[in-house]
């Protein structure tokens, strides 16, 4: 599975942004995946996850009530509708995917097998 991330740029606070993550391969319904995000100077941390088939999401609480993440497996492309984005909000963004839930929401998705490149989210204030 290959990812690319994209739908990153730069937003005044409160302001909304919608990034994408595309995936190569048939299967990608069978993949769980996540957002992470990663500002300076700080570790990488988990954002947002959604079943393989959509049926379930799981939120870090710093975003929870303002991301929402979705899927299109026809398109195999999963979303992060981000919307009154803050300042600290600020940072380079992730997705990851693998078949085990654990792997995407356990240990900032750190043995997630597959992994795109990041896409930049700058929120001015």
């Known amino acids: 599975v290959q990812l690319q991330a994209s739908g990153g740029g730069l937003v005044q606070a409160g302001g909304s942004l919608r990034l994408s993550c595309a995936a190569s391969?048939?299967?990608?319904?069978?993949?769980?995946t996540g957002w992470f995000r990663q500002a300076p100077g700080k570790e990488r941390e988990f954002v947002a996850a959604?079943?393989?088939?959509?049926?379930?999401?799981y939120y870090a609480d710093s975003v929870k009530g303002r991301f929402t993440i979705s899927r299109d497996n026809a398109k195999n492309t999963v979303y992060l509708q981000m919307n009154s984005l803050k300042a600290e909000d600020t940072a380079v963004y992730y997705c990851?995917?693998?078949?085990?839930?654990?792997?995407?929401?356990?240990?900032?998705?750190?043995?997630?097998?597959?992994w795109g490149q990041g896409t930049q989210v700058t929120v001015s204030s």
């Open positions: 959604i079943q393989g088939s959509g049926g379930g999401t």
């Open positions: 990851a995917a693998d078949r085990y839930w654990y792997k995407i929401t356990t240990a900032r998705g750190r043995s997630s097998d597959y």
């Open positions: 391969g048939r299967t990608f319904s069978t993949y769980a």
